[in-house]
């Protein structure tokens, strides 16, 4: 971790070696850029589904895996189900 927070490669502070976000945080980014939440969704699950090949995953249609984060209107977890079957309910 760099001093300004951001993490970066040992050899080399200067370059960042990815992310420190959520999935679910950088969907609550793009939304508070004014992105439209069925946009947000889409670039979270459906496109990078597709980028990597997994064409059983990223949307909800008949035959696909069926994994699914439930939110509420605060983008908040409610419920986290794994091939269809409820893992989760309850998030501090």
């Not at 971790?1 to 970066?8: D, E, H, R, T, Y």
């Not at 209107?73 to 189900?81: I, R, Y």
Request: proline share 5%.
């Amino acid at each position: 971790l760099g001093p300004n927070g951001a993490f970066v490669a040992k050899d080399d502070p200067d370059l960042f070696i990815g992310s420190g976000l959520t999935m679910l945080q950088g969907v609550r980014n793009v939304i508070d850029w004014e992105i439209p939440i069925e946009h947000a969704i889409q670039m979270s699950s459906t496109n990078p589904a597709r980028i990597y090949g997994l064409s059983k995953m990223g949307m909800l249609i008949p035959g696909n895996i069926a994994d699914i984060l439930v939110l509420d209107k605060n983008l908040q977890m409610k419920g986290l189900f794994i091939d269809g079957n409820l893992i989760r309910d309850r998030f501090s």
